[in-house]
């Protein structure tokens, strides 16, 4: 086979990022599967949470599969020149050629199990730039306790054409709401939150990405196949059930703090420098149009101002530094706006996009 190494490397870029290292008792883990076939190269990688697998149209001289390292693959490939390169398999090993340089990399035993899903029902259609934006927002509010499984991934609520991607880890939570063209009711899907980092990344990164695009979604009982290009992820999906996370959504706000993002962003990065724990805590102080927003930890302290509309009593509240510093930049615009009641309930920060909302809980502090 024979196929330039820009092409291949745009493919091997993508789905070798995420490969763990090789497991002896998993070969399917950590490995890259290529598939020679009527002038179409396959790659393919299994993960504990999803497979993916590509496509690029090339030169073959003869079909084939084998399996090989990913990783060892990808750097080989990268360190080349320019140009084209020439792939062939015999005997157990992989040969990987280009202008002066050629690589022998021994093959590995064919473990994978591969299962493309089909449904009857018509895949639904996802604006790409939407849901790929939708993953980033709410994302970084997934857990990472595996005691709570259904917290480990995003809930996907579906009602008639528009889909609720919710997240929380108990401390946060954040809600983005898209629409889709299909009219589904009442159904929901766990996606464990790692398969949708993939997702995203496949979009961000494809160099023929544009804000037109479409992802095609197809749900069966346990599984869910992404198909973004030349580019298909099937992931399982979470078999919990995800905790009710309407009432922690607060139903009406007294107050609210209106700022300026980039300020309150560039404030909260100079706190995080003193402070990089991820249980550090800041305190905001509102007062009269501003906030004065403060730190202390064991090698010094920060104290700073923040002007905005603020009409309310004066009031402290206490705030986990990191993810406050998520919820802000996630959200889109200029302006942020928190809005509250008291310093012991839930507030919630919103941006320009109506279609977001981050809600944080405060700290309780001591001082």
């Not at 973004?228 to 009406?252: G, T």
């Not at 986990?320 to 919630?348: K, M, R």
Request: charged share 20%.
């Amino acid at each position: 086979m024979t196929c330039e190494k820009e092409r291949l490397m745009d493919v091997t870029a993508v789905i070798t990022r995420s490969l763990t290292v090789i497991k002896p008792t998993q070969i399917s883990i950590g490995a890259l599967k290529l598939e020679l076939l009527n002038n179409t190269l396959i790659f393919t990688i299994n993960e504990r949470e999803f497979t993916i697998r590509a496509e690029i149209s090339t030169t073959i001289e003869e079909d084939g599969e084998c399996v090989v390292p990913g990783k060892l693959f990808f750097n080989a490939l990268s360190s080349l020149e320019e140009g084209k390169v020439v792939l062939k398999s015999i005997d157990n090993v992989v040969y990987l050629s280009c202008g002066k340089t050629n690589f022998a990399i021994n093959t590995l035993q064919n473990g994978f199990l591969w299962k493309n899903i089909t449904t009857e029902t018509v895949p639904i259609s996802l604006n790409a730039y939407e849901f790929n934006h939708a993953i980033r927002q709410v994302i970084e509010a997934a857990s990472t306790d595996e005691a709570r499984p259904a917290l480990t991934g995003i809930l996907m609520k579906f009602d008639n054409d528009n889909v609720d991607m919710v997240a929380t880890d108990s401390y946060r939570l954040t809600l983005s709401n898209i629409s889709i063209n299909s009219s589904i009711n009442d159904k929901q899907i766990i996606i464990p939150s790692k398969s949708l980092l993939e997702l995203q990344r496949i979009i961000s990164t494809h160099k023929q990405y544009t804000e037109k695009d479409e992802v095609l979604l197809e749900i069966t009982e346990f599984e869910v196949k992404f198909t973004y290009k030349n580019f298909i992820l099937i992931s399982s999906l979470i078999s919990a059930k995800y905790p009710n996370y309407q009432p922690l959504i607060p139903e009406n706000t007294t107050v609210s703090f209106r700022g300026s993002r980039s300020d309150l962003i560039s404030t909260l990065r100079r706190a995080k420098v003193l402070a990089p724990d991820t249980a550090s805590v800041i305190k905001f102080n509102f007062s009269q149009n501003t906030v004065k927003i403060g730190l202390k930890a064991m090698d010094g302290s920060l104290l700073e101002e923040v002007y905005g509309e603020y009409s309310g009593e004066d009031i402290n509240i206490s705030f986990n530094l990191i993810y406050l510093l998520d919820g802000i930049e996630a959200c889109d615009g200029d302006q942020i706006t928190i809005h509250f009641n008291d310093n012991s309930n839930p507030v919630i920060i919103k941006g320009k996009d109506e279609n977001f909302t981050y809600i944080l809980m405060p700290v309780r502090s001591l001082s």
